[in-house]
């Protein structure tokens, strides 16, 4: 293999097909969302599915210079280009255009660029770097805390655009640490913190503090420990009535009330179709009234009509769900199952620590989207704006996921050459 | 190789990803396999129910005039986003409204949609349409919708008509064809014909994208209806007679009903203080209904079917009907009436000065008061009880239609009151009343009281020597005759036929008798038969009343008679009862002399009400 070192040589195959796969079929519901709205010619650069296609050209280009480049590229400036990264984050918040009352994108002329959808490749590369040293013990705190520094530096500046989505899925490679080998205790402690988070919410604080009492006493008492448990089930029962209190601060004074009423809709506290509710309420209707075929390519009355906000963007999940059924969310759901599961088998197969970390992240974040995504348009999730990966509309994430993807097709079709 | 102890944490990716890949499949199959409802939503949301309006049936008289038709008005709407103006009192001076209700409907129609339009200014005139018309370029937004309001070419018969208005909430609620700012009769005709006259919407389906703008028509038409225009009604009312009623009463308060006694046709039906029709009819409703319906005089108020008045002596007839029949009297039957009947010092029921002893032609000619004290009390006293005696009289005064609603297709009306036995039973305690306890009766007093239109009724009974045919309104629906056996099965009163032909000698003698109660107000070629009235009124001036019907053999018209605080019924109400005959059955007046008393007569004590 080492000795036929053709431009493709060692490629998994697998993903590119997914990959192109998604973007076709991606660009299908982007052509049909943007379809019936009149005169103008759909495949040109005034309209999203023209510009679209040009989105995916220009991301073959990307394509064509990260497998080019040597693999050594990545490793060597990881830190670099993490650097970099940030620089533009900081830039956004200086210069940065004012869309929505967030400044979360440089104007380029006719173009912009969204910095954070980049910023993932940086800080991916830095975790990975940095996880990937000899002799790293994650079960000590000093590291914990650096590596958890590369996550934080870049969220905090995105918290201040504010962008609370692309916030969330920067946090979400803390997954990546639980791979490397932080102890479990943190993600346990999340999850709980969650739970009880959406339990104080949607129950108030008195039914959520006799849960939480009832449930520490009967695990106290299934564990058996003996005296020993007692004293650990009282200290953890305080943090989390303590935690419960502290729920209706972080719901009241940290979250805007936008972020509130999309959180009361999901809990169903709020029933508000033609305000707070209105997307999701339309999105709903797009999704279920496709049935189980779907109504058809350009035949979607809900999407045409523009019935659903951002639909070639955020809810292009709505078209997809009208016009293919549920024949089509079944078969977007199995491509990025393929390509999750995919990633992770190949992520395991990596000699390095570097790739395999980068390999994780990768499928972390696309995860993160995927299911952030779906679930928000069909209403498990609270409405976080963040794309569809490789089919939402856009050249800033299109180019961001693409860039992600094609690194890791490189660091595995190189994983040959590297002993570590 | 690598140093790789926690490869075993890949299954937890697994799970999670494969976890939730699985939860968002069974929460779409729910959305989109097993749930219906999302499809129901998304057609409500794209397709569009466009009403098409049918035009609302025209209304004629008996003779072919028209009385109702429709005319084009506008409603001014505004889609808010599109308002543009540089001009705002320019417009607010040609609709003629101020910039309070200028910025407050803009408000309302904002709220509502800045992209769909709202109804800004409703029913404008077609004349204010042209002015408005011309100069609508300089005001975006803004654009005229047609619609249809009433026209009432007549201005009269207000109250028959009724009006049109937006359709009420509770009609709203109940019945599925109606929606909001639909077209409704609210009374009159209007009401009563309201499913004939309507019509039937047609729908058209069009397909809407969010913003409400039309993007075509659904499946190519295949579910669209056309509208189907009301049906046209022919009234039995002569409008002229009508007319002529109306200038008869002006200025004065009661009523006139006209029934062909042969059909059971109504001819007029006036209430007075009464209105032009036209003043109900779009922008100017509402204020118009308000001023009226704060005015003392109540034009809206519909007498002739409403109003319940004790009838006076012309209940005497009715009393001699039943005294023949129950056997207690004859026509050679004389009373004495020493001013009045005597029962004891307390109870007296006075009388006008007359000859002494009357038979039962001259006491209806003289309107004897003792006569029919006398007969009542033979009536009732004929039976072993009182309450016997009355229940049997109180059934033949059923017979005539008294005491009960009419039922007919009149939109409203009142049944009256016969008293029960068990009212005087309520009233007296039971077996504590007895005839003269009741006597007013026997003069159309006490608590008794009818309808101008039952009062009408009753003369058509006579008229028809025994029977009656239920009044109504409409002769002919889409141009086919009512074939309701309502209408055309004649009703029979318990009194045999053979009695009339005295009560209505008598009748007769009222206009041509020496002492006649009407002689002033008869006629020189025709028959008239009539009886006086005058209803005692505990709030002022008694009422004038008379029924006649004309000619005596074949009777063409019968009619009631109603002036409220008119005094004796030979003033005011035989005269106009004598003038409308004449009008209808010759088209002139020989009396001028007495027509231009009435036409000047002015029994309000408020101004004009027109």
């Known amino acids: ?420 | 190789m690598s140093r790789n102890k926690f490869a075993d944490r890949r299954l937890f990716f697994y799970f999670l990803f494969g976890g939730s890949a699985v939860l968002l499949l069974i929460t779409l199959f729910g959305i989109q396999v097993i749930n219906n409802s999302y499809k129901i939503s998304a057609e409500n949301n794209v397709i569009k129910a466009v009403t098409i309006y049918p035009e609302r049936g025209y209304i004629y008289d008996r003779e072919g005039v028209l009385l109702v038709t429709n005319q084009r008005a506008y409603d001014l709407m505004v889609t808010p986003r599109q308002v543009r103006l540089l001009d705002t009192l320019a417009l607010c001076e040609i609709i003629n409204i101020d910039l309070e209700y200028f910025n407050k409907n803009i408000k309302i129609a904002k709220r509502y949609s800045t992209r769909k339009a709202s109804l800004f200014l409703k029913e404008i005139s077609k004349q204010t349409a042209a002015q408005l018309q011309e100069r609508l370029y300089e005001f975006p937004g803004f654009y005229l919708q047609e619609r249809t309001m009433r026209q009432y070419p007549e201005s009269s018969a207000a109250h028959i008509l009724g009006y049109v208005s937006q359709v009420p909430d509770y009609i709203l609620k109940k019945d599925d064809y109606y929606k909001r700012n639909d077209n409704y009769g609210i009374s009159g005709v209007e009401s009563s014909y309201e499913k004939d006259l309507r019509g039937v919407q047609g729908t058209q389906y069009l397909i809407r994208d969010v913003w409400n703008r039309p993007k075509g028509s659904f499946a190519n038409g295949e579910y669209d209806s056309l509208a189907v225009n009301g049906k046209d009604i022919e009234l039995s009312i002569d409008i002229q007679l009508q007319e002529y009623a109306e200038q008869l009463m002006l200025n004065k308060k009661g009523s006139i009903v006209a029934i062909e006694p042969s059909t059971g046709e109504i001819l007029s039906l006036v209430s007075s203080p009464y209105y032009d029709p036209n003043l109900l009819v779009g922008r100017s409703r509402s204020p118009n209904f308000n001023r009226m319906y704060k005015d003392a005089n109540k034009a809206l108020f519909d007498r002739s079917l409403l109003a319940e008045y004790p009838p006076g002596s012309t209940f005497k007839l009715v009393n001699a009907l039943i005294g023949l029949q129950e056997g207690v009297i004859y026509d050679g039957t004389r009373f004495t009436c020493d001013e009045g009947w005597r029962f004891s010092a307390k109870l007296k029921i006075g009388c006008h000065a007359h000859r002494s002893p009357l038979n039962l032609i001259e006491s209806i000619e003289q309107s004897c008061n003792a006569y029919y004290c006398n007969t009542f009390r033979r009536i009732i006293e004929k039976y072993p009880t009182a309450a016997a005696g009355y229940e049997n009289w109180r059934n033949h005064v059923l017979s005539f239609g008294l005491g009960k609603f009419l039922d007919n297709d009149l939109y409203t009306g009142r049944p009256g009151r016969v008293p029960t036995v068990d009212f005087y039973n309520k009233q007296y305690g039971e077996k504590r009343w007895k005839a003269p306890t009741v006597i007013s009766l026997a003069i159309g007093q006490d608590a008794l009281v009818v309808s101008p239109i039952q009062m009408a009724n009753m003369c058509a009974v006579i008229a028809n020597r025994g029977h009656y045919y239920t009044p109504h309104i409409v002769r002919k629906v889409d141009g086919a005759p009512l074939n309701d056996s309502t209408y055309s099965v004649p009703k029979y009163t318990s009194i045999g036929k053979k009695h009339y032909s005295t009560i209505i000698n008598g009748m007769e003698r009222v206009f041509i008798g020496k002492h006649g109660t009407a002689k002033t107000a008869r006629l020189k070629d025709i028959e008239i038969c009539g009886k006086t009235g005058t209803a005692e009124n505990p709030h002022g001036d008694d009422h004038s009343i008379f029924i006649a019907f004309a000619p005596k053999d074949n009777p063409k018209i019968a009619l009631a008679v109603y002036v409220e605080n008119g005094g004796w019924g030979s003033t005011w109400a035989a005269p106009i009862a004598s003038l409308m005959i004449e009008k209808y059955l010759t088209g002139k007046i020989s009396n001028t002399k007495q027509e231009a008393f009435i036409l000047n007569g002015n029994l309000m004590n408020t101004e004009d009400a027109k």
Not at chain 1, 234 to 245: A, E, M, V, Y
């Open chain 1, 1 to 420: 293999m080492r000795n036929n070192k053709t431009f493709f040589a060692n490629i998994d195959w697998t993903l590119v097909t997914i990959y192109f796969c998604m973007l076709l079929f991606g660009w299908l519901n982007i052509y049909a969302a943007n379809y019936g709205e009149g005169a103008y010619n759909l495949i040109s650069m005034q309209a999203e599915p023209g510009k679209q296609l040009f989105w995916i050209a220009t991301s073959c280009v990307w394509i064509f210079f990260i497998l080019l480049l040597d693999g050594k590229f990545y490793t060597t400036f990881s830190y670099l280009i993490y650097a970099f990264m940030v620089l533009l984050l900081i830039g956004v918040l200086i210069v940065g255009k004012e869309i929505g009352g967030a400044k979360s994108w440089y104007d380029l002329g006719s173009f912009s660029m969204q910095p954070a959808e980049f910023a993932k490749v940086g800080v991916l590369l830095a975790l990975s770097k940095y996880l990937s040293q000899l002799n790293l013990n994650l079960n000590k705190l000093e590291t914990q805390l650096r590596a958890l520094a590369i996550l934080t530096l870049p969220i905090l500046l995105i918290m201040l655009q504010p962008d609370a989505g692309s916030a969330i899925v920067f946090a979400s490679l803390f997954l990546v640490l639980f791979r490397e080998g932080i102890p479990a205790v943190y993600l346990t402690i999340i999850g709980l913190a969650i739970t009880l988070f959406i339990i104080t919410l949607k129950f108030e604080i008195l039914t959520a503090t006799i849960i939480t009492t009832v449930v520490t006493i009967l695990f106290g008492y299934l564990l058996k420990k003996g005296r020993n448990s007692i004293k650990p089930a009282i200290f953890s029962l305080i943090i989390g009535l303590g935690f419960i209190q502290s729920v209706g601060y972080l719901y009241n004074d940290i979250l805007r009330p936008h972020q509130r009423s999309r959180i009361d809709l999901i809990l169903g506290k709020i029933d508000d179709i033609h305000g707070a509710g209105y997307n999701l309420h339309q999105s709903k209707i797009a999704i279920g009234s496709g049935g189980f075929t779907g109504k058809g390519f350009l035949d979607g009355t809900q999407t045409k009509f523009n019935f659903v906000p951002e639909q070639s963007t955020d809810f292009i999940f709505c078209t997809i769900g009208e016009e293919w059924g549920f024949i089509g969310s079944f078969i977007t759901i199995s491509l990025f199952v393929g390509l999750l599961f995919r990633l992770i088998i190949l992520a395991e197969r990596q000699r390095s620590t570097f790739s395999r970390v980068y390999g994780y992240g990768v499928a972390t974040i696309l995860f993160c989207h995927f299911f952030i995504n779906i679930a928000m348009t069909i209403g498990i999730m609270p409405v976080i704006g963040i794309p569809l990966p490789f089919f939402s509309y856009g050249g800033s994430s299109l180019w961001g996921f693409s860039i992600l993807l094609f690194i890791f097709i490189k660091l595995d079709a190189y994983r040959m050459d590297i002993l570590r």
